[in-house]
């Protein structure tokens, strides 16, 4: 039996402006089995998420309307979704997300947290 891709049957939501980003992104969140869509500012991604439900946001730094610390108030205190992870790409950690990882960055560095992450949260949901 072939071995399950590390983010089988879940949706992620890659909010950027740098289209280079969305698309090696895309590429590499699709080959690990993950069901992709893409935003190029907050305001756009807060809709995305409330129709799509998607478990997983990655948030980059390049985003200029609807920012990343708004972005990630209106996902965790206003209840708007139930995002398992919320991650941002930039030099910081931000209030409320899940994590960061630092740019220039790697997909593997990005790639790595976050299946580590999903995987937690998918154990404890069968525990």
């Known amino acids: 039996m072939p071995k399950k891709k590390p983010f089988e049957g879940h949706k992620v939501l890659i909010v950027s402006q740098n289209d280079n980003i969305k ?3 895309t590429k590499v969140f699709h080959n690990c089995g993950a069901q992709i869509f893409t935003e190029s500012d907050g305001h756009q991604a807060l809709r995305a998420v409330r129709k799509l439900k998607t478990e997983i946001v990655i948030f980059s730094n390049d985003v200029q309307r609807g920012g ?3 972005f990630a108030h209106q996902l965790r205190t206003k209840h708007i979704t139930d995002a398992d992870i919320l ?3 930039g030099n ?8 960061f990882t630092r740019r220039p960055f790697k997909p593997v560095s990005l ?4 299946a580590y992450n999903l995987a937690v949260l998918d154990d404890l949901r069968r525990a």
């Open 92 to 99: 910081q950690k931000i209030p409320l997300m899940d994590g």
């Open 23 to 25: 698309r090696v992104l």
């Open 68 to 70: 990343a610390k708004w």
């Open 111 to 114: 790639v790595k947290p976050l």
């Open 87 to 89: 991650w941002y790409i």
